[in-house]
């Protein structure tokens, strides 16, 4: 195997950082969609309502674990180069293969919110053609 750098580990600064924001993004996009669906269940209370609020309690876990791992890969990514600073290159290695596997999990995870979102997505288009169907538009 040959030698890690300290630029092997750094490349992966910008794009961990890169998809951390992203995360971020899509956690404020949710949190405004949860106050907003509170005030509305607060003032009629439908089971469709329920049902929202449940796939994006899902959707919260799931992209507060894609943050933790990402944050987790930077970290060993971070640990990787240390390591790599004070020459004790196997253990750097192996964190930085851990850092990368944390990193996978963490966009496999996204892809799996990316699906729950775009499904309950999928129910609110299928509701308005069907709304559509009934009121003959």
């Known amino acids: 195997m040959e030698t890690l ?29 949860v106050r907003q669906l509170y005030d509305q269940f607060r003032s009629n209370p439908d089971m469709v309502l329920q049902y929202q609020i449940i796939n994006l309690r899902k959707r919260l876990y799931l992209i507060k674990n894609m943050q933790l791992l990402g944050v987790a890969s930077l970290m060993f990514c971070v640990l990787s180069m240390f390591l790599i600073y004070i020459e004790v290159f196997a253990p750097a290695a192996y964190a930085f293969g851990l850092g990368l596997l944390l990193l996978i999990i963490s966009l496999l995870l996204s892809g799996w919110e990316i699906r729950i979102s775009v499904r309950a997505l999928d129910l609110h288009l299928n509701d308005m053609e069907h709304f559509g169907e009934t009121n003959n538009f």
């Open 5 to 33: 750098t300290l630029t092997t580990p750094a490349l992966l600064f910008s794009a961990v950082s890169l998809i951390l924001l992203a995360y971020t993004n899509r956690f404020m996009g949710y949190a405004a969609l």
